[in-house]
């Protein structure tokens, strides 16, 4: 069975700070989704990464996706107090007509102001 | 924007009761899902529907759960005896987009006393 094992496991940093969190497998994805989710509420979608050593930005967000596609980052450009949250990867693995997520372990953030 | 929607954001139930969580998914989207976190753990995948049926359904997803499509637009999850280990938040994701993408909703919290 196929783990999304996601590092590290909780990080606090201060406000201003750059930090990289990792979602590695130990086979290859077919495509990786990004979430993140705050407390009481439902994952919300970041990104899709699909291409091996692709580089997708969503403002200070910066997500790349391994050349062998079995690890994914995603980078935090000055962090700011509104992205404390989870950060969830997450594996669309087909199975029947549809397509269920599996996801990573997460990575809880925290960033002091 | 279209999003995913859930009612209730909070069921509160005795052991033994049937309870029906509801949603309603993004309008054009074909492809349903449920999904459960338990308070601290991973979001984990239980039933997936499409075509008006059960595509693909985890080993959580036993005898006592089931999935309906009652209309056009409401998507529902029913619990007929509720145990104890019920107890979680229940996601509602539907399906689609670019990359077929799962969109998430805010949840449901089920507190089973």
């Known amino acids: 069975t196929q783990l999304l094992e996601q590092s590290p496991q909780f990080l606090s940093i201060q406000e201003g700070e750059n930090l990289t969190v990792y979602c590695n497998s130990s086979?290859?994805?077919?495509?990786l989704q990004w979430y993140r989710q705050e407390p009481g509420e439902g994952p919300v979608l970041l990104v899709t990464v699909v291409t091996g050593g692709e580089v997708k930005k969503l403002k200070r967000l910066t997500f790349q996706f391994g050349d062998a596609r079995k690890d994914s980052s995603l980078h935090i450009t000055a962090a700011q107090p509104g992205d404390t949250g989870l950060y969830l990867c997450a594996e669309a693995r087909r199975g029947g007509a549809t397509n269920k997520l599996i996801f990573g372990t997460g990575t809880l953030l925290a960033v002091q102001p | 924007e279209p999003e995913v929607t859930q009612t209730p954001s909070h069921q509160v139930t005795q052991m033994g009761q049937e309870v029906i969580l509801r949603c309603v998914p993004i309008s054009n989207h074909l492809y349903f899902y449920w999904y459960r976190q338990i308070l601290g753990q991973k979001v984990e995948f239980l039933v997936s529907?499409?075509?008006?049926?059960?595509?693909?359904k985890s080993e959580i997803f036993d005898d006592q759960f089931s999935v309906e499509r009652p209309d056009g637009s409401n998507f529902t999850l029913k619990i007929r005896s509720t145990k104890l280990e019920d107890s979680a938040m229940y996601f509602c994701a539907s399906r689609g987009g670019r990359y077929n993408e799962q969109f998430f909703g805010p949840g449901t919290r089920l507190t089973v006393l």
């Open positions: 529907f499409y075509n008006n049926e059960i595509s693909e």
């Open positions: 086979s290859v994805f077919s495509s």
